[in-house]
């Protein structure tokens, strides 16, 4: 399609999605590890989950990056269910580097020592557009004090005015936590919006010590109309997601060339999308190819040939173990399936709401009918 509906919809730049996204097979587009002094490395800090979050103490003790090395973490962004916990553990195993977040998700801690970190000393920082906008990132709107900033609207929907609503709660602890943090880059993980969406409402309707990052839902806590419900919020967010990915490309790279004319950034040098797809089947390429892109400080490995080396195969096979969802409850009843939970009112509902930004990202009509189009 492409890129001119979703060009013409939401009047963004003329840059294909298509040359930000990784493959396998591609160039890749290595930079050699980021300049750091020998002894800082040596020297470097490590930090363990807090004893409250990791009683037995068997969790992960990571490195954080020095100060000497002057490291700028790129964003870690995604749609909400894309596989952004999974992408951390990914970097974390093969790097040994830490990874910090600008969320506080105690049900993390104990995988991630520095998810209360928001800081220069971590690798990437995660984060999602539909708490945490490019203008947020960029601090486009902050003027004086957080409870004084206005931030445009990135919902799906809203009562009050669509052009600015007031710094919510979400908002006012980033501005604590990460005032000092400023990305101008963004390594963006894609996934099948429909795979998305399932995986997070399952994520946010448990809850519990049965909820987390790979719950499962129960047939007996199913409800039909509170799902359709979700799941067309849930696309009005995607697409404000990747209109707030593109506003971010847009910001960095305006401001790049209006600095350094000609030898400014390029979109390629400011945004690297992973798919989601390719790394479940492709981990270990793909991985290498985005840590090449990342070009971190410092590694878990060594440098040969000019070529950093980083611990990926490790990385794919303890982390693709972590993150699985579990197939069958405790007391033996069903979980819903997903074919069940995305009948075809609710596929059409939440196709016409993001199908034209699927569509730009490569993305097909899901079930029997994309060969031939949507039947909606």
Not at 187 to 208: H, N, T
Request: positive net charge.
């Amino acid at each position: 399609m492409a890129l001119a509906a979703l060009v013409a919809v939401l009047g963004l730049i003329d840059a294909p999605w298509s040359e930000l996204a990784l493959a396998a097979d591609a160039p890749g587009r290595f930079r050699g590890m980021t300049a750091c002094d020998p002894a800082a490395i040596a020297a470097q800090a490590t930090i363990r989950p807090p004893r409250l979050a990791d009683p037995d103490l068997k969790g992960p003790v990571r490195k954080l990056v020095p100060s000497e090395c002057r490291w700028e973490p790129p964003v870690l962004w995604s749609f909400p269910g894309s596989g952004n916990t999974w992408m951390r553990q990914l970097l974390e195993v093969s790097t040994g580097i830490a990874t910090g977040s600008v969320y506080n998700d105690f049900s993390l801690l104990s995988l991630f020592p520095a998810e209360r970190r928001c800081t220069i000393d971590v690798l990437v920082v995660k984060a999602h557009a539909s708490h945490t906008p490019a203008e947020l990132l960029r601090h486009w709107s902050l003027e004086g004090e957080a409870r004084d900033a206005l931030i445009p609207y990135h919902g799906g929907a809203s009562p009050v005015d669509l052009s600015k609503t007031r710094v919510d709660a979400m908002y006012k602890h980033y501005f604590r936590k990460c005032k000092a943090w400023r990305p101008r880059r963004a390594l963006l993980l894609d996934r099948e919006p429909f795979d998305a969406i399932w995986s997070e409402y399952q994520r946010r309707f448990v809850g519990g010590d049965n909820g987390g990052h790979v719950a499962r839902i129960l047939e007996s806590q199913w409800d039909d109309v509170g799902w359709l419900e979700a799941a067309t919020n849930a696309a009005g967010s995607y697409v404000a997601t990747w209109t707030s990915h593109r506003s971010f490309v847009n910001d960095v790279v305006s401001k790049s060339k209006h600095a350094n004319g000609k030898n400014g950034a390029r979109p390629s040098d400011v945004m690297l999308i992973v798919p989601f797809a390719d790394m479940v089947v492709k981990c270990e390429a793909i991985l290498t190819r985005a840590l090449e892109w990342l070009a971190p400080p410092v590694s878990a490995t060594s440098v040969h040939n000019n070529r950093t080396r980083w611990d990926v195969a490790r990385a794919c096979v303890r982390s693709d173990s972590a993150v699985k969802r579990p197939t069958a409850s405790p007391e033996g009843e069903a979980y819903i399936d997903k074919a069940r939970a995305w009948s075809p009112l609710v596929v059409c509902r939440v196709w016409a709401t993001l199908g034209h930004v699927a569509t730009a990202l490569g993305h097909a009509f899901p079930g029997q009918q994309k060969q031939s189009g949507p039947g909606c």
